[in-house]
């Protein structure tokens, strides 16, 4: 069923968020993480592409780097 992979990946991906928010960090900051990780999940929705997509681009690797600057 297309759509369920990336749904269980939203999970983390939101804790990340959300743990970055109760650590105090700046509304840009939790702006660009909801950016990645929206854009992992929208992009990731589409067969094949979305696919290929989520090979290069790591939401959750980001974020944890914004969470570390």
């Known amino acids: 069923i297309p759509g369920i992979g990336d749904?269980?990946?939203a999970a983390p991906s939101a804790w990340i968020i959300?743990?970055?928010h109760?650590?105090?960090i700046g509304k840009r900051h939790v702006a660009r993480m909801v950016a990645n990780s929206t854009a992992d999940y929208v992009i990731g929705?589409?067969?094949v592409i979305g696919d290929l997509f989520d090979?290069?681009?790591k939401a959750n690797l980001?974020?944890?780097a914004i969470l570390r600057e």
């Open 7 to 9: 749904t269980l990946v």
């Open 18 to 20: 959300w743990r970055g």
């Open 22 to 24: 109760r650590m105090g």
């Open 45 to 47: 929705l589409v067969p």
């Open 55 to 57: 090979v290069g681009f």
């Open 62 to 64: 980001r974020n944890v």
